[in-house]
């Protein structure tokens, strides 16, 4: 039997951060979440990078992008050359709920290309190749991807209260199937242009 304190607020879910994360696939192997940031991580050729925008407001629940990191759908027509790698690279945009006050993502979620770029290209660059324009911020943090979103970079995003008895309470944002443990959250954290991460876990210490 539900009791009154069963459908009373329950306290407002910790602050999240709203920001561009970073992914890598090893040959084929699924998303792992990157630990160091697109501008200076070095995909080697036949490796995939992908890059998601989300709200994520837990440490270990940062949502990777929704599509593979298939190389050989993304990069089978295009042919190798010598001097060049070829890097599969993957944008998700997000869902709604994922988009700042006042914005919509694009109606093509997921866009993917294949970046052919020098063998010592980084992630950053190899991005570059594929989806433009890119907006950056101080510290070489990534704040836009194909003009997504139009403004803002990695803010913080407002608590919000949730009700405890609501079957939808913990319900995840569309496609969040589980992102990094907190420790490769840590690593990661040090470097800026890993995206939000590092600010959010600089206050959350503060």
Do not use: N
């Not at 304190?5 to 040959?27: K, L, N, Q």
């Not at 993304?74 to 993957?90: E, F, L, N, Q």
């Not at 052919?116 to 907006?135: N, S, Y």
């Amino acid at each position: 039997m539900l009791t009154l304190a069963g459908v009373a607020a329950a306290p407002a879910h910790a602050a999240g951060y709203r920001y561009w994360s970073y992914w890598e696939s090893d040959g084929g192997k699924p998303w792992t979440y990157a630990t160091q940031g697109p501008a200076t991580a070095r995909p080697a050729d036949g490796d995939a990078v992908g890059f998601r925008f989300a709200v994520s407001a837990e440490a270990d629940d940062t949502a990777k992008p929704t599509t593979g990191p298939d190389f050989t759908r993304i990069c089978g027509d295009v042919a190798a050359k010598d001097g060049t790698k070829r890097v599969a690279v993957v944008v998700d945009f997000g869902g709604p709920a994922d988009a700042p006050p006042g914005e919509t993502p694009p109606a093509k979620r997921v866009t993917t290309g294949c970046a052919q770029v020098r063998p010592d290209a980084t992630g950053a660059e190899a991005l570059a190749a594929v989806a433009k324009p890119l907006r950056y911020g101080s510290g070489a943090m990534l704040c836009g991807i194909a003009g997504h979103p139009a403004r803002g970079c990695g803010e913080e995003v407002g608590e919000e209260p949730t009700a405890a008895a609501s079957p939808t309470a913990a319900k995840k944002r569309d496609g969040d199937d589980g992102g990094p443990s907190v420790g490769a959250l840590v690593g990661g954290a040090a470097v800026l242009a890993l995206g939000g991460a590092a600010i959010w876990k600089a206050r959350r210490r503060g």
